[in-house]
């Protein structure tokens, strides 16, 4: 078997379209994404619903949902494009969209995605045509009521916005590879929509009858990307609280093209095949407490031998305040040793603390009288 054939990407998405967050996922954990497509999918957790029902409410703030029938897969790209073309349309007239098809290029493989907001923004440092740009927001829901640090954004929550961006900017830069497109998605680009999707075309798109096939409608939708230019390089998440759909506020960062393409470049090779998916570092092991592959994972089992673990309980009550996770170093460890042995043979005098960890004087009963720590001092003085 070829290894174009096995790879994720043909076993799991037909070597066809790849989805933004088939791409962001990998930064969380790679093998958990790995054992999602082979179990169809992840398990639908109370909060995953919860958060998929504050964003359908978010979505029919801004515009009603329609049931649309569809007969070919030339109706559903159709579909696809048409709401792309009324997002587009909401954005340029009332300054905000939601739910935003996107799509375009990664490598060779063709990716689409569903922005879940655009906004217009006011922007005074700017001195071109306009003082103002568009903001690219996605919502985020948590089961905390407080909204988290910004240090705390994962990296998958990150990829996915930048991508976004990326995918935004090159539409309205005019980079469309309709021809491509076409070939990928294997679509006739000349076959006339069926008569159920184009009723719907006739009475919610009146003034555009003649966009009956998905090269009259690629072709309008790359001639309207004309009214939009790049988005803004800050990049916006908001979070709301699962439990009432309340805002938690927003937290802003930086696009960064080429931490973007670095995760690009291995995420393509895995969906290739080229390479084997990979679990997460130890530092962030804590993952593998809420995963539900966890039990059975073989890079955690392969992982665990050599893993170390520390568990905090508060003074208090006893409660449990979580656990921290390190890897065994034997050649850390045997210098340590070396050291302690020399110490105690009485081969070496004992010495103090660095200056970077001073802060451990502050709570020492004898260091009002240390011989090093008064020493230190006087080097500190003298310099």
């Known amino acids: 078997m070829s290894k174009e054939i096995s790879s994720p990407y043909a076993q799991f998405r037909d070597l066809k379209a790849l989805y933004v967050t088939d791409i962001s996922s990998l930064a969380w954990c790679e093998q958990q994404f790995h054992y999602s497509l082979h179990a169809g999918g992840r398990t639908e957790t109370t909060e995953m619903k919860a958060g998929s029902d504050i964003h359908l409410k978010l979505e029919l703030e801004v515009h009603d949902l329609i049931k ?48 879940d907001q655009i906004k217009k923004f006011s922007n005074r440092r700017i001195r071109k045509n306009n003082d103002w740009e568009w903001r690219i927001c996605d919502t985020k829901t948590r089961s905390k009521c407080f909204r988290p640090k910004k240090s705390d954004v994962p ?113 393509i090779i895995y969906w290739k095949g080229d390479r084997e998916p990979e679990g997460v570092p130890i530092e962030e092991a804590w993952k593998c407490q809420i995963c539900e592959y966890a039990e059975n994972c073989e890079w955690r089992l392969k992982k665990s031998s050599n893993v170390l673990e520390v568990n905090y309980k508060y003074q208090g009550d006893g409660s449990d305040l979580g656990s921290l996770y390190f890897e065994y170093e034997e050649d850390m460890l045997d210098k340590h040793l070396k050291r302690s042995i020399i110490y105690w043979k009485g081969d070496r005098e004992p010495e103090g603390v660095p200056i970077e960890e001073a802060w451990k004087c502050q709570i020492c009963e004898y260091a009002e009288n240390c011989e090093w720590r008064l020493k230190k001092v006087r080097e500190i003085e003298q310099r």
């Open 155 to 267: 990296s998958s929550v990150k990829y996915q916005i930048m991508l976004y961006k990326k995918l935004f900017d090159n539409l309205a830069e005019g980079s469309i590879e309709e021809e491509r497109i076409f070939e990928v998605l294997d679509l006739d680009a000349d076959k006339p929509f069926s008569k159920k999707f184009s009723k719907y075309i006739k009475i919610y798109f009146s003034n555009n009858k003649k966009l009956n096939t998905l090269r009259k409608l690629m072709a309008f939708i790359k001639n309207y990307f004309g009214f939009f230019w790049k988005s803004s390089n800050v990049l916006e998440v908001n979070y709301k609280y699962q439990g009432d759909g309340s805002d938690l506020g927003s937290l802003y960062f930086e696009y960064e093209e080429d931490m973007l393409d670095k995760h690009l470049k291995r995420s």
């Open 68 to 115: 649309v029938s569809i007969e070919t897969s030339e109706d559903l790209w159709g579909l696809k494009l048409f709401n792309l073309l009324f997002g587009l349309e909401a954005l340029r007239t009332t300054g905000e969209t939601r739910e935003l098809p996107i799509f375009g290029f990664v490598s060779d493989i063709f990716v689409f995605g569903i922005i």
